[in-house]
Nanobody, 115 residues
Framework: QVQLVESGGGLVQAGGSLRLSCAAS????????MGWYRQAPGKQRELAAR???????NYADSVKGRFTISRDGAKNTVYLQMNSLKPEDTAVYYC?????????WGQGTQVTVSS
């Protein structure tokens, strides 16, 4: 059973920073891809950033240049560094991990950016 546990969300003023963490129950390199998705109230869940097992990263246009996804294999943890936060970044952020045998989600962590 794969478990993903997110942490690091909170309330921050516009222009501030937060770092989200996603701790996996097993090796993060067992997954083809890991990513951060977000869902704002009344909107569909959308990809914010992802990283493949080979280290390739992809970002949504709305977060490029402000968010950075990274990983620490020794800690089985994937991070999302979020800088220059905007009120429109307010959402529940979910960690996702996928491999050939399944697709897994964390419970989500709330990020609220005040103007």
């Amino acid at each position: 059973q794969v478990q993903l546990v997110e942490s690091g969300g909170g309330l921050v003023q516009a222009g501030g920073s937060l770092r989200l963490s996603c701790a996996a129950s097993g090796s993060i390199f067992s997954f083809n891809v890991m990513g951060w998705y977000r869902q704002a109230p009344g909107k569909q869940r959308e990809l914010a950033a992802r990283i493949t097992s080979g280290g390739t990263t992809n970002y949504a246009d709305s977060v490029k240049g402000r968010f950075t996804i990274s990983r620490d294999g020794a800690k089985n943890t994937v991070y999302l560094q979020m800088n220059s936060l905007k009120p429109e970044d307010t959402a529940v952020y979910y960690c996702n991990a996928a491999h050939n045998f399944g697709n897994y989600w964390g419970q989500g962590t709330q990020v609220t950016v005040s103007s």
